[in-house]
């Protein structure tokens, strides 16, 4: 057994500080990773500090247009905002096809973007990881790593970003907005998920007792148009093996705007932008869809298992901008 103290907040400031002054302490929200953490050793702090009273669960206009995930939010809550569904559809059906329905209801909005890689060598104390343990090396680089990434891996580390709600914010160019002992920050999502380079056990910039306090959407008319697409191994319930998040929009036959996030394929939310660039102005066809799957997915990097990835990547782009052209031809 080992004794973990808890307490209950209900300011940010309290939150901060309290987290902030005790190097072994850590926040509580939804709990729904972190707990399963705490039981296998993969954790083990010392101090809970439950941060759900904070005034952090709302949806909130913005002043430019745009929409404020509050950090607090519950998945179910965000999917089912009218706003949501209606403006950034993308974002919505990636809160759905996240997680069973009994853990959206629990989960919260900063939760979901801070938590862990699904990799079982991460999750077994009893064998090398260096993002668990760094310098003892990556057991998933020889081992079973079906599931694992083919884009921005390193010799350190090749595990997954599970975060499907990241994938369709990477692609619309959210904002992380955050408050901790240095004061507030504003951090675009796609620099917030960093590489593994030889520093894999850094998954983020947030330091110790910074806080996640929402998450912004900018006022783009293209996301009302987008789609969150996700392929895995059984309909309900489970990780993707790729997924793509796509905003489009199409005028006279060619692409006038495209934003592109792909998932289960890289160590982070990535952002397809060989694939945008290809995209840009090109006519809305298969062509041009398949040619531009191929420019993504010429830096993938098999490891044995999941070379597979590979094609699934490149089809399920072009599903994707498949799909997005019919929805654009029949508007």
Partial sequence: MRPISYSR???????????????????????????????????????????NDLPL?????????????????????????????????????????????????MATIGGNLLQRVRCSYFRDTEVPCNKRAPGTGCSALDGVNRGHAVLGTSDCCIATHPSDLAVALVALDAVVRTEGPAGSRSIPIDDFYLLPGQTPE????????????????PPLPVAA?????????????????????????????????IRLALG?????????????????????????????????????VPHGMNAFKIELGRRTIVRALMEMAKREATA
Avoid at 34 to 48: A, K, N
Avoid at 77 to 96: C, F, G, H, I, K
Avoid at 265 to 288: F, I, M, N, Q, Y
């Fill in 9 to 51: 907040v209900s300011d940010v400031g309290t939150a901060i500080g309290t987290v902030a002054a005790d190097p072994e302490s850590a926040f509580l929200a939804g709990g729904t990773t972190q707990v399963d953490l705490l039981r296998i050793y993969v954790e083990q702090p010392r101090r809970l500090v439950d941060i």
């Fill in 202 to 217: 850094r998954e983020h910039p947030l330091s110790h007792g910074e806080l996640i306090t929402g998450v912004d959407l």
């Fill in 57 to 105: 669960n709302q949806v909130e206009e913005l002043p430019d247009g745009g929409l404020r995930l509050g950090g607090l939010a519950r998945m179910s809550d965000v999917a089912e905002q009218p706003a949501v569904a209606r403006r950034y559809p993308t974002v919505a059906e990636a809160l759905v096809l996240g997680a069973s329905p009994q853990l959206r209801h």
């Fill in 264 to 300: 289960g394929v890289a160590t982070k939310p990535w952002r397809a932008r060989a694939a945008e660039r290809v995209l840009d102005g090109a006519p809305a066809t298969v062509d041009s869809f398949t040619r531009a799957a191929e420019a993504e997915m010429a830096a993938a």
């Fill in 225 to 257: 148009t987008s789609r969150y697409i996700k392929i895995r191994d059984r309909e309900s319930y489970e990780f993707a093996l790729a997924s793509v998040a796509v905003a489009m929009a199409v005028a006279g036959g060619r692409i006038a705007e």
